[in-house]
T-cell receptor, first 109, second 113 residues
Framework: QKEVEQNSGPLSVPEGAIASLNCTYS??????FFWYRQYSGKSPELIMS????GDKEDGRFTAQLNKASQYVSLLIRDSQPSDSATYLC?????????FGRGTSLIVHP | DVKVTQSSRYLVKRTGEKVFLECVQD?????MFWYRQDPGLGLRLIYF???????EKGDIPEGYSVSREKKERFSLILESASTNQTSMYLC????????????FGPGTRLTVL
């Protein structure tokens, strides 16, 4: 079974801090990874994709991929209360996507 | 912008009823997916389709069927609804590629009484 694992949280950080969300995966064939943000009662929204080892930055978000360690992370700088949501990690080395169960992030003022 | 729409945001049905959930995408995507999402269980894949009239079982297909008669439309059918099918149902679409980005519809919150 190809799996993507995430700590369910909640991860609680103060406003303005860096939030670090982590994800590990079992399928060494996985080539690409995605981070989705999901607000309560809403559907997942794609916020970052990463295809190669290293860092990818987009605004306050940085995705990091380490294929040797089978590890993906999402850093959110200058966290805001509006970042409070569940963050889903998605991988998949084939045509079938595999999602983690998500990490709940709470950013408190 | 990719747009994925679902026929209802909220639906209440009775046990034993036949239920149809419709999903339409307007970006000419080949792939379409149906998931259910329950607290603590994450997203679970029910069925997916890579082409018209083509369907593949996901992780939890029991109690469900699907139909894809047109490229833009993917329907999920609950033949005889049961209370354990009360859930949030999410449709997604993507291009046909090895690991494509998926775009989700707004979801249907189904309650079976």
């Amino acid at each position: 079974q190809k799996e993507v694992e995430q700590n369910s949280g909640p991860l609680s950080v103060p406003e303005g801090a860096i939030a670090s969300l982590n994800c590990t995966y079992s399928d060494r064939g996985s080539q690409s990874f995605f981070w989705y943000r999901q607000y309560s009662g809403k559907s997942p929204e794609l916020i970052m994709s990463i295809y190669s080892n290293g860092d990818k930055e987009d605004g306050r978000f940085t995705a990091q991929l380490n294929k040797a360690s089978q590890y993906v992370s999402l850093l959110i700088r200058d966290s805001q209360p509006s970042d409070s949501a569940t963050y889903l990690c998605r991988g998949g080395g084939s045509y079938i996507p595999t999602f983690g169960r998500g990490t709940s992030l709470i950013v408190h003022p | 912008d990719v747009k994925v729409t679902q026929s209802s945001r909220y639906l209440v049905k009775r046990t034993g009823e036949k239920v149809f959930l419709e999903c339409v995408q307007d970006m000419d995507h080949e792939n379409m997916f149906w998931y259910r999402q329950d607290p603590g269980l994450g997203l679970r894949l029910i069925y997916f389709s890579y082409d018209v009239k083509m369907k593949e079982k996901g992780d939890i297909p029991e109690g469900y069927s699907v139909s894809r008669e047109k490229k833009e439309r993917f329907s999920l059918i609950l033949e005889s609804a049961s209370t354990n099918q009360t859930s949030m149902y999410l449709c997604a679409s993507s291009l046909l590629a090895e690991v494509p980005e998926q775009f989700f519809g707004p979801g249907t919150r189904l309650t079976v009484l």
